[in-house]
């Protein structure tokens, strides 16, 4: 009975689909990144050197992790998904935080105040990480799920080139004085940030769509 249990058991593991390690290093890098803009609303709330710094070690912490995956893509011959695919995936990813951290690094080295904009292009942000991590979490096993997730980037991208125009009116429409415009030359590279940043999610977005209409 035990060699027949056995020899089920190794029947089972061979049809059995193995775990995708590249998945799994997205998966890292997207939970991170998750973390990373969670930081950065943290930022918007209380602008602090110690909330920069936290956006700062997130940032690294997920750029190892890319570095991991680029290597295993490097010393694997064969890819259960496009390399292309999984590099670009990644490399967009990793653009998300790099802007959250150019935000508060900027915000923090120029003195520029978290704004009722800058408030919702942060939270457009997170919302937009999080709907990446559960694309690619469901990406294996569920990946009309995964492609509904990335669907919902694209809107939160389209609501954030709404609101970008509408900072961008308000700002020139302020100064009065050179205080004034030095203030809105600052405040509008810091808006620039936040809106490439949740562009790199759109990509990452259509990369996953990509992937699930290729592979599965």
Do not use: C, W
């Amino acid at each position: 009975m035990n060699m027949l249990s056995g020899t089920r058991q190794r029947i089972r593991s061979l049809f059995q689909r193995r775990p995708n390690r590249f998945i799994d290093r997205l998966r890292e890098q997207a939970s991170i990144v998750v973390l990373g803009t969670e930081a950065l609303l943290e930022y918007m709330e209380k602008p602090n050197k110690k909330n920069a710094n936290r956006v700062q070690a997130l940032e690294k912490q997920a750029d190892e992790i890319r570095r991991i995956l680029i290597d295993e893509l490097n010393r694997t011959f064969v890819t259960p998904i496009d390399r292309e695919d999984l590099f670009a995936l990644s490399r967009a990813i990793d653009d998300v935080l790099d802007y959250a951290f150019s935000t508060t690094n900027e915000m923090d080295i120029l003195a520029v105040l978290p704004n009722e904009y800058l408030n919702r292009m942060a939270t457009m942000l997170h919302n937009s990480a999080e709907e990446i991590r559960l694309a690619i979490e469901r990406l294996e096993h569920h990946p009309n799920v995964a492609d509904a997730h990335a669907l919902r980037v694209k809107a939160i991208e389209n609501q954030m080139e709404v609101l970008y125009a509408e900072a961008l009116a308000k700002l020139f429409d302020e100064p009065r004085s050179l205080k004034d415009v030095v203030n809105m030359l600052k405040l509008r590279e810091i808006y620039r940030h936040m809106f490439h940043a949740v562009g790199s999610a759109e990509q990452a977005a259509n990369v996953i769509g990509d992937i699930v209409m290729k592979f599965y």
